[in-house]
């Protein structure tokens, strides 16, 4: 059976020279995919007003 602090070291350790990747990496991405996610979402609703505001012109014939 493996060491789980040695797993843990060889995950985020690698390429390091034997230190430790900083305690925040998995957070930042985390953050940086739930930004992503969030900006997706964002222009999916632009998107959609803007064809709501094209439809309204349309049927007002401006």
């Known amino acids: ?3 789980p602090d040695m ?3 060889d995950l ?3 390429g390091l020279g034997g ?3 900083p305690p925040f990496h998995d ?3 985390e953050r940086r995919n739930r930004l992503y996610r969030e900006r997706s979402d964002m222009m ?3 998107l ?3 064809r709501d505001i ?6 007002l014939g401006s």
Do not use: H, V
Not at 54 to 59: F, K, M
């Open 7 to 9: 797993e843990q070291a």
């Open 27 to 29: 957070s930042f991405l």
């Open 12 to 14: 985020r350790g690698a």
């Open 19 to 21: 230190f430790y990747a």
């Open 44 to 46: 999916d609703r632009i």
């Open 54 to 59: 094209d439809a309204i012109e349309r049927i």
């Open 48 to 50: 959609r007003i803007q």
């Open 1 to 3: 059976m493996a060491n």
